[in-house]
């Protein structure tokens, strides 16, 4: 696209490749296939992780709508080459599964969704024996998740947010308190009258609570995402910050659509704001992110915040609740209304 940037050597990815340091080799496994009774298909996952490395923290990762375990390349090699044990399910509404809205099961995709989550969770043993080498290698008492729009739905209902009924009351508590940290990528927000009809008869879930979203969570939004599902501005994507107590960091990538630059898959159709340098940012930022927050004594958030200030590049905004005067921004505002 024009005005993509040829090359990821700018400053902020020097600056972030400080904090995050080099990567390691990777080994990738996909199909896995995990025990899933009464599922209407059969459930495969991906298993990366770097080849060396002991203690090794899982990462959960849950795909958009209609994607499965061999997308997500950009972040999921990343976050392995950094020390993460990835694992990435083939939720129900792939296009390689077709339950599309039409399939009288469409309904009950989200609640399997976050199933897939747990049932990784419950057989991390499975996980270790199908690669090579990774046996006695991971920390299962270290486990964070991430997902992209509709995948961070499902990741923020591990992380305690819930959904409300027709009736404005919370619903079933989803939380799995085995995940410790989370990211959500371009999750959408509250719902309400501003939801479009579309998205109020397919999407019951887009009517969520996240004054129950208390475990430690990095929002991720981007200031030109406008959906076709809600009358609101990219600040809908936002919610999960602006609500959720325990979503305490806001990082906004200026200039970013719902692909934020292209984390689906490298060249894929669904990408309107082809970056490497956000993704190669973002990369960084979210690894640095999940490292901190399993590990109170790692500045490498702290770092990545204060590099993200200084670099003098017109990429992202970070906010946090945590510190007063809490904006640490290059170059721009906050997310456009």
Do not use: C
């Not at 990567?23 to 060396?52: I, M, N």
């Not at 599309?100 to 499975?126: C, K, M, N, S, Y």
């Amino acid at each position: 696209m024009s005005g993509t940037p040829a090359t990821t050597d700018t400053p902020i990815v020097r600056a972030l490749d400080d904090v995050v340091g080099a990567g390691a080799p990777v080994v990738s496994v996909a199909p896995v296939r995990l025990d899933a009774a009464g599922r209407a298909r059969p459930l495969d996952v991906r298993v990366s992780a770097p080849v060396t490395g002991q203690d090794l923290p899982v990462l959960l990762f849950s795909h958009g709508n209609g994607w499965s375990h061999d997308g997500y390349a950009p972040l999921t090699s990343f976050w392995a080459s950094r020390g993460f044990v990835v694992v990435q399910p083939t939720h129900l509404d792939s296009r390689r599964d077709g339950i599309g809205f039409d399939h009288p099961g469409f309904g009950q995709v989200w609640t399997e969704r976050r199933a897939d989550l747990v049932r990784i969770l419950d057989q991390l043993d499975v996980i270790e024996r199908a690669v090579p080498g990774l046996a006695r290698r991971v920390d299962r008492d270290r486990v964070v998740a991430a997902g992209h729009s509709w995948g961070a739905q499902t990741v923020q209902m591990l992380l305690g947010a819930r959904v409300l009924d027709s009736s404005g009351k919370v619903g079933q508590d989803y939380a799995d308190r085995r995940v410790r940290a989370g990211v959500l990528l371009a999750g959408t927000g509250i719902g309400g009258e501003e939801l479009h009809p579309f998205a109020q008869e397919h999407f019951p879930f887009m009517n969520p609570s996240f004054t129950e979203l208390t475990t430690p969570t990095l929002v991720v939004a981007g200031d030109h995402d406008q959906s076709k599902m809600s009358s609101r501005g990219p600040d809908w994507f936002a919610d999960a910050y602006t609500h959720g107590p325990g979503a305490t960091d806001l990082l906004t990538l200026l200039g970013a659509e719902h692909s934020l630059g292209g984390i689906p898959n490298w060249e894929a159709a669904e990408t309107t704001d082809e970056n490497p340098e956000r993704v190669a940012a973002l990369q960084r930022l979210t690894t640095a992110y999940l490292r901190s927050a399993l590990d109170p004594s790692d500045t490498g958030w702290a770092r990545a915040t204060a590099a993200v200030a200084e670099s003098g590049a017109i990429l992202a905004r970070i906010d946090s609740k945590l510190r007063t005067g809490s904006a640490q921004e290059i170059g721009a505002s906050s997310l456009t209304m």
